[in-house]
Every structure is written in structure tokens, then in C-alpha cells.
């Protein structure tokens, strides 16, 4: 929101990390910089992996060990809700397999009665239900009712005789049931608290006892991909490179002619590029380099600039900026330190131009400077 210039307070310029941003602002690099952040973002990713492959390697052969029985534990069952609520019916019918028969067959008595079944019942009663149909035509359609009940009645015995002949469990299909309920209790404790985080856990430990299963062959694999996008992002990054060696010149002559404008007549400054690791937005590293006063080395900016000529410096390069730079209020405390005179107008005429575009805030002791502002306080 604000940029703060004053007798100690420049972090943008005493930042080194923030200069490449700066430089940065005043360079078009098109569909580069997009094709960059993708090729460097496959780039950590396989660099990732390989670091967890490698850190996975110090204990792999007791991973193997405890994966290989995971993976057999988590294989003897489906790991889905539906053969899980399955196996528990199936364990609730086998613990009351005995309370299910009586019940059952106490049914089974009933309907099949000492007088004839259900289904005799209801043969019999079709004679006369003809008779009195004869008689009242309206009744025909207890003769449907009857149809209904007598097919029902037949399917209900017969499904109930089948139900109890299953009642009987055979010995070693009530065993292998139980082994799989108890199986499910001791998998949900271990992998779980649910069987969706049990499944999740299997399909990890799967990828990963295949990953050391297979380890040199997967290190080589992962280590020559690496080596791959790490060459596609070095091309992709010296584009950008080249763009901003094209931006550090076009800075270079911007900055020194405002600051011979400002009365720092023998400057010299520079945007200095050198090769860095990869990162976020390449792999170059940029340093703002000056030299006030002629003859003198080039020195990080940091290192040599006065509060005054900090502030005249920010200036300068606020107006090499003011078409890109999104800041919009910027405050400078003490920018006529050591200057006066016709230059405090020029001081003033600059700050003018900058504050058509932002809100400039500014304590002056200089009558010159003061002059251009819209309202004084």
C-alpha cells in the first residue's frame, strides 16, 4: 500500500532480495515467464520425489519387511463398505444361529398348522367363494384377493424352509466368516478409524513398497527426468535471463539521468546480473551496484548510499517505474537533504510528475519543493 522513504527507512532499496521484483517490473517477458513457472514447478515436484525416495532408501530394507505385511494384511479383504456391512450380517446371523432356527421354525409351525398350511387354508376356501359368487357377481373379486394371498403364501413357506436349511453353517464357512469380521475390527484399528482411510492407506503403501521393491530402477528413472526438466528449465531460464540483461540497460540509463537531474552529476549505477540456483523466478541473481562520485568502484547500493541520496535515488527510480509500479501512496522524509537552490526546483518538478499518477507524501524543509505540492499542512 505505501513505500516509506526516510533517513532510515529504504527497504526497497536496501533489500538485495527485492531487486530482482524491481527489475523485474520493467521487463516484458511475454509467454516466457508462464512457461517458466510450469517447467519449474515439474521440476521441484521430481525433485521431490526423489528426495522422498532417497530418504525412504536409509530404511528400506525394514520397510520392505513392514509394507510387504501391510500390504498382505490390507489384500485379504475388499476394502468398501457394502463387504463390510456384508460380513457383519453374515457374523450376526452365525452368533444367533440358534435363536434364528426357533424363531424360524416356530413360524414354520404355525403356518404349516395341524389342520392343513396356510396354503391348504386358502384352497379350500375357493369352493365356496365360486358358490357365493354365483349368487353375488360382486364378490368375483374376492377371488383375486384369494390368488394373491395363495401365491404369496406358497413363495413365504417355501423362501422359510430355505432359510432354515442356511441356518445351518458349516463349520469352516462360520470360521472364515469370523476371520474376516475380526480381520475388518483389526484393520479399522490399525489403518483406520474408517475403511475409506484404510483404502488410502493400502493404495500409499502399495505405491510405496513398489517404489522400493524397485529401487534402482525408479532412482534412475526419477534421476534421469530430473536431469531432463532440469535442462528444459535452464533453456526456459536463460530467456528470461536475456530479458532482463535487456531491462538492466534500459534501467542503467533511466537511473543516472534522473540522478544527474538530482544533482548527483558523476553517478554511475547498475543492475548486476550473476547466475543463482533455481528459483521462483529463474535462476539469476540481481544486485543494485552504484558509484556516486567519479572514479570510485561500483559498490552493492546498500553498502555506500547516504539517506539523502537514498531518497533522491528512490526518486529516480520511482520514475523509472511509474508506468508499472503498483504501489500507490509514496512517502520521502528528508529528500532535500544536502541540496537547495535551483535544484530543490527540480527535486519539485519530479515529484510533481510522479504524483499525477500517485499520492505523494512529503516533509520538506525546502521552499522549492514545497511549492509544487496541492495541499500544505
Known sequence: ???????????????????????????????????????????????????????????????????????????????????????????????????????????????????????DIVRKSFSPLRSLTQVDAKTAIFEQYLNNIQDN???????????????????????????????????KRKY????????????????????????????????????????????????????????AALLKETIEMELKDLGIDHVSFEARITPDEFHASGCDKVIFYISPNAGEDLKPLAEIVSSGEAARLMLALKKALIKVDPIPVLIFDEIDAQIGGRLGTITGKKLKELSQTRQVILITHLPQIASFADCHF
Do not use: W
Request: glycine share 2%.
Open 153 to 187: 403364501s406358497e413363495q413365504l413357506l417355501s423362501e422359510l424352509r430355505d432359510y432354515l436349511d442356511r441356518l445351518s453353517f458349516d463349520p469352516a464357512e462360520a470360521a472364515e466368516v469370523s476371520r474376516k469380521f475380526d480381520l475388518y475390527d483389526d484393520i
Open 192 to 247: 483406520g478409524p474408517s475403511l475409506d482411510d484404510a483404502a488410502n492407506f493400502f493404495a500409499q503403501a502399495k505405491e510405496k513398497y513398489r517404489l522400493l521393491l524397485n529401487f534402482a530402477e525408479n532412482d534412475a528413472q526419477l534421476r534421469e527426468k530430473l536431469d531432463d526438466a532440469k535442462k528444459e528449465l535452464k533453456k526456459i531460464a536463460l530467456k528470461l535471463t536475456a530479458a532482463r540483461i535487456k531491462s
Open 1 to 119: 500500500l505505501i513505500d516509506f522513504h526516510g533517513a532510515h527507512d529504504h527497504q526497497l532499496l536496501f533489500s538485495e532480495e527485492r531487486h530482482i521484483g524491481v527489475l523485474d517490473q520493467l521487463t516484458d517477458f511475454g509467454s516466457v515467464a508462464q512457461q517458466y513457472r510450469e517447467s519449474y514447478q515439474k521440476y521441484l515436484q521430481f525433485k521431490k520425489e526423489l528426495s522422498l525416495l532417497q530418504l525412504m532408501s536409509v530404511s528400506r530394507e525394514h520397510d520392505i519387511d513392514l509394507l510387504s505385511h501391510q500390504v498382505k494384511e490390507l489384500e485379504e479383504v475388499p476394502l468398501n463398505v457394502e463387504s463390510y456391512q456384508k460380513i457383519c450380517e453374515e457374523q450376526v446371523r452365525i452368533n444367533n444361529a440358534e435363536k434364528l432356527y426357533a424363531h424360524a421354525s416356530s413360524l414354520l409351525q404355525i403356518l404349516e398348522g395341524e389342520d392343513g398350511s396356510l396354503s
